[in-house]
């Protein structure tokens, strides 16, 4: 459900939390599947956090469900079966089941706060279907390059990787023997993000190469921008420093020339990551804080708690006590208005440490 939720965090969320602080109320979103440490993981906390969690949420409940049941856990806590003796009906069900259970089908006056919405793929599947066997009748090649690709995508999330490749070289063929240079460029880029997956770095690398000079040629920046960050990803994964970064700071460039903020700050974290690999914590400090602006003035708050997390870590190495503790306390307020208890439980942790070192 990674689509689903990066729409959320980076559309929808944004816009309620905006909406509810004009009207005076503080809003702040709690996934039960992003968050929680490994630490609790290895030691049977994961239940009873997400239960706490619903708690805590109540009486509000939104479920996303697509095709996987979830994981069982091995066994349930004796704290948790004392606590909620129910769940000793439910020992083989998924998390998610119990948090279903849990948060709304054990409560009936929950029925009007909850809501659940449902990733149909096979239906999708089956429109994309009817639609390639009528552009196959007619002859229609431009829409069937677009059908095909569509059902590589659903292919993808199902984690089909070998199905979706030979949708896409189909269409690959067909933008070839059309001269249909974007859907090709399109085209290569989605083959190398499946070969990237396999494995295939070397692969994957020249695929996005070739897709990159097609969106150079026909100076599409957004999909120019795409294809660098992949790239740059890749080099930064080999530890190739020197050429992410030229590709992040390009990718940059195109950012602010679309006037594209949102993507912006996400380049400029990229960028202020590797800096500080590099041990440049001065243009490291200064990408992340011009990070942090363009966070406040979206109302991206995840994105800002971190960048001031980071802007601490560099104050906090240079010897700025002082200054690592004033953003620490910045990044705690956000922490606290955007419900996330795990992050700030860190963050009063590096809080303690400094007044620690100070004493």
Not at 51 to 69: D, H, K, N, Q, V
Not at 129 to 153: P, V, Y
Not at 173 to 186: F, S, T, V
Not at 242 to 261: C, N, P, S, T, V
């Amino acid at each position: 459900m990674q689509e689903e939720r990066e729409e959320l965090v980076k559309q929808i969320f944004p816009q309620l939390r905006r909406l509810c602080e004009s009207r005076g109320v503080t809003w702040g979103e709690v996934d039960l599947r992003w968050g929680v440490p490994d630490e609790a993981k290895a030691e049977g906390k994961v239940l009873p956090l997400c239960l706490a969690e619903i708690e805590r949420c109540r009486p509000y409940f939104i479920g996303l469900l697509g095709e996987r049941y979830g994981w069982v856990p091995e066994e349930i806590p004796k704290e948790l079966l004392a606590a909620a003796p129910w769940l000793n009906e439910h020992r083989k069900e998924s998390v998610t089941a119990l948090e279903i259970l849990h948060g709304v089908l054990r409560i009936p006056n929950m029925a009007e706060h909850a809501f659940f919405y449902f990733r149909d793929l096979d239906e999708a599947m089956v429109l994309q279907k009817e639609k390639e066997r009528i552009c196959r009748d007619l002859g229609n090649k431009l829409g069937l390059i677009g059908t095909l690709g569509g059902q590589a995508l659903i292919l993808k999330a199902r984690g089909d990787l070998d199905g979706a490749m030979a949708l896409h070289k189909e269409a690959e063929c067909l933008c070839r023997e059309l001269d249909y240079k974007e859907g090709l460029g399109n085209s290569l880029s989605n083959q190398a993000l499946i070969l990237n997956e396999h494995g295939d770095i070397d692969g994957a690398m020249t695929l996005h190469k070739a897709a990159e000079q097609i969106f150079r040629d026909l100076g599409i920046k957004k999909a120019l921008s795409a294809s660098l960050g992949s790239q740059a990803t890749i080099l930064s994964a080999r530890r190739d420093l020197d050429g992410a970064l030229a590709l992040f700071q390009e990718q940059e460039h195109i950012y602010r020339e679309l006037g594209d903020k949102d993507a912006l700050q996400t380049c400029l974290n990229s960028e202020a990551a590797i800096l500080g690999l590099r041990r440049d914590l001065d243009g490291a400090m200064s990408l992340f804080r011009e990070q942090g602006h363009i966070c406040r003035e979206l109302g991206k708050k995840e994105e800002l708690q971190a960048s001031l997390g980071n802007q601490a870590m560099i104050l906090k190495v240079r010897g700025d006590l002082d200054g690592a503790m004033a953003l620490y306390k910045e990044q705690a307020s956000v922490l606290r208005e955007m419900g996330d208890m795990n992050g700030l439980q860190e963050c009063l942790g590096n809080q303690a440490s400094i007044l620690q070192k100070g004493n």
